[in-house]
Every structure is written in C-alpha cells, then in structure tokens.
C-alpha cells in the first residue's frame, strides 16, 4: 500500500515514521523549506529528533505529486489546518484516494467536527473515516507499542483499513461510531487542561482521579447528545485518550494546566510550548456545543473561564469543589 501523509509536524511526522515500516509513504508539507530540511537530515529535527526517517518513507512539498499514485491519503494537520488541506486536494486536480484524518477538535467558529468539516468540503460518499486514541507522536516514531482506532460511518471500509495498517507495534481496532470517536479525541484535551492544573495545585492523586471520571462522564453527556454511543466513551477513544492525555508527561495539553497552575500568562505559556495544544481553542467550542444542546458541562466552563476570562486556578478548583452534591448517573 502507498500512503500520503499530509502535514509533517509531530504527529504526521510519527505516523508516517510508523506506516513507513511496512509501506511506502510519502510525507508532505507545504513549506518547501521544511520539506528540504526533512529530506537532507532524515530526521524531524524540529519535533522528533531521535526518530530517524525509515528507506522507505519519502518527502515532497508538490502535493499533486505527492497524492498521485496514493491508495490512501492521511491528513494529520491540527484542526485549523483541516479545511485549507482538504480545499488544496480538491484544487489539485489529482485523483483523489479515501481519506483518512487525525485531527482532533472542534473547527473554531463553526464548532464543527472533522468529519462535519470533510462533508461539506469532499464529494458525496467520498470514502473516509478518522484516526484516533491514546498514542504520544514521540512514542509512536519510537516504536513502541500502541492502540488506536479507525472509524468511518461505513464499517467494512474502517475494517479493511485496520486490517490493512495493522501491525504489532500500532494495533489498530475497527469503530463506525465516527461521531464518538471525535468526541472523545476532542474533549478529553480539555480534560488534560483542567487535571494539570489540579496537579500543578498540589491537589493530589485523589483529586486526578475524580477529575478524570467526572471527565469521561462529561464526555459522555455531549457525544450521546450528538448521536454517539455511550459504549465507545469506554474504549480506546474515549477512557484510553482521556486516561493518557490527563497523566502523561508528553501531553501538551496537561502542560498547559500545570503552567496556568503556576500564574503564568496563556500566551506565555503556549509560546514556550512550541506545540498545537487542541483543549485551548476547543475549550471554548465545546462550551458553546454544550450550551446550544443544554448539555451540563462544568468541567469544559471551569477551563474556559481559565483559558478566556481571567478566572484564577484555585477559583475555578473552589468553584467546582462547592458544587452541590448530586447522584453520580
């Protein structure tokens, strides 16, 4: 199988690094400077510098080129850079292979999914579906061993995808609850946002894991709301991204958390950061999803009053901490 993987930062980087171990795959980016730079060092100096490039990945900057004998195309931008790339296939005039995307969030300002953002920009019943679950880039181009799942609302097109991708190290597991699996990609960010501040806090292991249910249940309450179902929040999309995304150390987002834990400015923060962290634009995206379906989110509100309206740590954490007490279901 040849694969195009569009958008060469950490995670297009790692992707490709994976795939590229048993097909050949050809890793593109628009910045041409990027891509010569890629393709002298052999390596993603910039996000992944101790994952050498296998033989049998290639680079290119000319899209056409680079999607032209692919069987498969894998968009692996942040959101923001969903749309543009999808615009940019269709201006290229090439044949266009299914599609497959890692994007994670809300699109800001139209709080649309990915896939609601790929059905207004690609061909009616065009084939296609998401990648998503609990996978560190860093971890992934290292090779060491993940999980993750492939969903499409046509479930023998996500079937014959896992089963074609599929290898020891990336386990890839079949879903056609595409709606869920976005969900859970998206919102769990914001979850990792608000547990790095209770642990930057001091707030303790205790704290970390009521954070992290009331969390999933949170998660749950909206990707039910917009047709998911509840039994995919506690799989690989769901409990596994939220469970890694909100302890592990190479989570961008945790590390947004624990620095506002520390009184540091946002735009400090994220300049420092280097990286995309998704739960800071789709914070807010989420909140207002949940406030058109009536859906109670207090968690998702915490952090946007963090992240958007000058709201200090330990208020939002008191605010959340004085709610009154409810059933758990």
Known sequence: MKLAVLGAGAWGSALAIAFSRLHDVVLWSRDGAHVAELAAARV?????????FPERLSLSADLPRAIADADLI???????????????LKASSARLAPLIWACKGFEAGSSLLPHQVVAEEMPLHHPCGVLSGPSFARE????LP???TIASDD???????AREWHNPLLRLYANDDLVGVEVGGAVKNVMAIATGVADGLGFGLNTRAALITRGLA???RLAVALGASQKTMMGLAGMGD????CTGSLSRNRQVGLRLAEGLPLAQILDELGHVAEGVPTAREVLTMAERLEVEMPITAAVCGLLYYGAAPEEVVDGL??????SES
Request: hydrophobic share 50%; charged share 20%.
């Open 140 to 143: 992934v181009a290292a090779g």
């Open 321 to 326: 901490l004085s709610r009154s007490p409810k």
């Open 146 to 148: 993940a999980a993750v």
């Open 74 to 88: 894998l968009i692996a931008t942040p959101i923001v850079g969903l749309r543009p790339t999808l615009r940019a």
């Open 155 to 161: 479930a023998a097109f996500a079937e014959r995808i």
């Open 242 to 245: 939220l469970i890694l995304t």
């Open 218 to 220: 949170e998660i749950t």
């Open 44 to 52: 993603n100096q910039r996000y992944l510098p101790d994952a050498p």
